[in-house]
Structures are given as C-alpha cells and as structure tokens.
C-alpha cells in the first residue's frame, strides 16, 4: 500500500496514475498537509481505476471531512475510543492503529479485525508481529512506518499480515522532480512481491 504525503496538488492525479500502471491500484494519502483533501478530491474525481484512501486520521472529524472528499477507506496510527466511532461511522472499511497487544485486543473487543500496526519498525518489526500471531490469531495487519523494500517481504510471509504500507513508493526527490517513471518502477518491484 503506497503511503503516499503530497505537498503539492498537482502531484496528486500524477502520482495516482503512475501508482496503477505499476500495478498498485490503491492509495493511501495522508492528511499531513494543507493539500491531501483536495488531493483526495482530484484522485477521485480523475483516476477511478484507484482505491483511494485517507491516512493519518487523528482526529474524529477528519473521518467525515475525508468522505467528503471522496476517501473510500480510512487509515489512523492510532485507536481512540471517539476515532474508533467516527471512523465507524462513515461506514467505510478502516484500519485502526495499533502497536501494542493491548491495543490489539481493545480494537478486537470494539469488532474490529483489520488493522495498522505502527510505526511497525519501532515497535518490533516482523518479529513483533510473529510472536503475537499465536496469542491474538484473529488479529491481521496492515503494517506501516520504516518498512522498505527489503523488509516488506519479511512482512509479507507472514500468517497475519494482509498488505504492507511503505512510503518508500513516492520518495520526495521523485515527487519533487516530477518522476512519474521511476514511481511506476518503485510501484512494480513492490507489486512483484506477492507474485
């Protein structure tokens, strides 16, 4: 999942497109700046053949304000009872933060099965993840935060992780100089991973 923090609007319908002629047809924008609603917005409304989502959801209210924008998945680093709720709500599919096995367990008692594990790096890895797979074996990952190329698949073979979020997908030099080519190469090598 390319875990992708424009600056600039006019990267957004770019970087898209060249996400799914990589074969990534899925995005997840983060809400980190000025741009990523109407970011969402543009990718929406110009690259349907994309599943585009909001990431970095920290507050309940940015759960609504991304469907507005056309979001249709939501994604948190972490799981407040409120945030929980709102993105809920929306009645779209989320993944709700974790990174500790409390917090696995409080989001499984809330229904939930699907979520983050972040920052996944920081918090133990695969080896984390490996370990709590026999304790908590109806919980599934989404993993994000220090993963590169050379680790998602550490990741990946694993029982209880479904997909891997990287932002090494849109490095910043790329987006900066406009290199739509070198994204849809990051794009393929990672698509390659489950193949």
Same mark, same amino acid.
């Given at each position: 999942?390319?875990?992708?923090?424009?600056?600039?609007?006019?990267?957004?319908?770019?970087?898209?497109?060249?996400?799914?002629?990589?074969?990534?047809?899925?995005?997840?924008?983060?809400?980190?700046?000025?741009?990523?609603?109407?970011?969402?917005?543009?990718?929406?409304?110009?690259?349907?053949?994309?599943?585009?989502?909001?990431?970095?959801?920290?507050?309940?209210?940015?759960?609504?304000? %991304?469907?507005?924008?056309? *979001? @249709? !998945?939501?994604?948190?680093? $972490?799981? &407040? +009872? /409120?945030?929980?709720?709102?993105?809920?709500?929306?009645?779209?599919?989320?993944?709700?933060?974790?990174?500790?096995?409390?917090?696995?367990?409080?989001?499984?008692?809330?229904?939930?099965?699907?979520?983050?594990?972040?920052?996944?790096?920081?918090?133990?890895?695969?080896?984390?993840?490996?370990?709590?797979? %026999?304790?908590?074996?109806? *919980? @599934? !990952?989404?993993?994000?935060? $220090?993963? &590169? +190329? /050379?680790?998602?698949?550490?990741?990946?073979?694993?029982?209880?992780?479904?997909?891997?979020?990287?932002?090494?997908?849109?490095?910043?030099?790329?987006?900066?100089?406009?290199?739509?080519?070198?994204?849809?190469?990051?794009?393929?090598?990672?698509?390659?991973?489950?193949?």
């Amino acid at each position: 999942m390319p875990v992708v923090v424009l600056e600039r609007l006019e990267h957004a319908v770019p970087v898209a497109k060249a996400l799914v002629a990589g074969g990534l047809p899925a995005i997840e924008l983060t809400l980190r700046t000025d741009v990523a609603l109407d970011a969402i917005r543009a990718i929406a409304d110009e690259v349907p053949e994309i599943l585009v989502g909001a990431g970095t959801i920290v507050r309940p209210e940015q759960a609504a304000q %991304a469907v507005a924008a056309g *979001a @249709r !998945f939501l994604v948190s680093p $972490g799981a &407040t +009872p /409120a945030l929980l709720a709102a993105m809920a709500d929306t009645g779209l599919p989320f993944l709700p933060g974790t990174a500790t096995v409390s917090e696995v367990l409080t989001v499984l008692e809330a229904g939930f099965t699907e979520m983050k594990f972040f920052p996944a790096e920081a918090a133990g890895g695969a080896a984390y993840l490996r370990s709590i797979s %026999a304790p908590v074996p109806d *919980a @599934r !990952f989404c993993p994000t935060g $220090g993963i &590169t +190329p /050379a680790t998602a698949p550490d990741y990946l073979a694993l029982p209880n992780v479904g997909c891997v979020g990287g932002s090494w997908l849109t490095p910043p030099d790329a987006l900066a100089a406009g290199d739509y080519e070198r994204i849809a190469d990051l794009a393929r090598a990672a698509a390659a991973f489950r193949a």
